[in-house]
């Protein structure tokens, strides 16, 4: 919201277009940790030997994986591609 508003102090003085490739900058990082922060997880289990995905936590955490990566690919082909 910040990135967009006209009345934001942070990007007032900021061209819509740069607010953009902001906006995608960002999303990137963001995703960049997301998948970080899980293959920290996945590669602990695995040298712990230990199961995957056998909690609610598990399954809702990598639903809402899936479902950030979807999102950031559709942003993407609408951003980038275009």
Same mark, same amino acid.
């Given at each position: 919201?910040?990135?967009? %508003? /006209? !009345? %934001?102090? +942070?990007?007032?003085?900021? /061209?819509? /277009? =740069? /607010?953009? =490739?902001?906006?995608? &900058? +960002? #999303?990137?990082? $963001?995703? +960049?940790?997301?998948? %970080?922060?899980?293959? &920290?997880?996945?590669?602990?289990? !695995?040298? #712990? !030997? ?7 936590? $598990?399954?809702?955490? +990598?639903? =809402?994986?899936?479902? =950030?990566?979807?999102?950031?690919? $559709?942003?993407? #082909? ?5």
């Amino acid at each position: 919201i910040l990135v967009f %508003s /006209k !009345e %934001s102090s +942070l990007f007032a003085n900021v /061209k819509q /277009k =740069t /607010k953009v =490739t902001l906006h995608w &900058a +960002l #999303n990137t990082v $963001g995703v +960049l940790c997301i998948l %970080s922060g899980y293959a &920290a997880i996945y590669f602990n289990k !695995e040298q #712990n !030997e230990r199961p995957h995905l056998t909690t609610w936590h $598990g399954w809702i955490g +990598l639903a =809402t994986i899936v479902y =950030t990566v979807v999102q950031f690919l $559709g942003g993407h #082909n609408l951003t980038v591609l275009n």
